[in-house]
């Protein structure tokens, strides 16, 4: 059929068929219904905010529980660690200051071994910051840094004993 026969078929339907008439308060009645719909619906946004809130509230809780325990680690993490570094960095420039050819000699060679060492150290450090929850990173970490100062006290002996058997050399 075609589309202007549709039309004209429907239009003689709706003239064969009136419509029914309506109660004098259907509108009063259709009111009523739509504002218990609203009701409805305004109480299960209600319930799926309060939902929300409630979940948010919860992870919110959870994540600062979290926080505070893994802050206070790592404040004495890098509190440590700035002490060692410090340290480190102490030794190192005192043990850098010496003349010597043969002190050079031993400086050169333990300077390859704190290089990995504190290679070590970076790599341990990015796994860290990736994964900052896992306390035995910062453990591995404060060893890292313990063996890097035992290898510059090492050094350091190593060059007082120099130093001393060259006086006791000169003194003969």
């Known amino acids: 059929m075609k589309e202007q026969e549709l039309k004209e078929q429907f239009r003689k339907w709706e003239q064969s068929h009136p419509a029914p008439a309506l ?13 218990k719909i609203k009701r409805k619906n305004n109480q ?23 926080q505070e325990q893994n802050s206070e680690e790592v404040i004495q993490f890098h509190k440590a660690e700035f002490h060692l570094m410090q340290l480190i960095e102490e030794q190192m420039n005192t043990i850098e200051n010496t003349n010597s050819p043969v002190k050079q000699h031993i400086i050169e060679r333990s300077k390859n071994k704190l290089q990995l ?16 929850a896992q306390p035995q990173l910062i453990q591995a970490l404060i060893s890292n840094l313990n063996t890097q100062i035992n290898l510059l006290n090492e050094i350091n002996t190593s060059l007082i004993t120099i130093k001393n058997t060259k006086y006791e050399d000169l003194k003969i």
Not at 23 to 35: E, G, M, P
Not at 44 to 66: D, T
């Open 23 to 35: 109660d004098s308060n259907h509108a009063t009645r259709f009111l009523i219904q739509l504002k």
């Open 44 to 66: 299960r946004r209600l319930y799926q905010w309060a939902a929300v809130a409630l979940l948010c509230i919860g992870l919110g809780g959870v994540f600062q529980l979290s």
């Open 117 to 132: 060492i504190q290679n070590n150290y970076k790599e341990i450090y990015k796994k860290w910051e990736a994964n900052p």
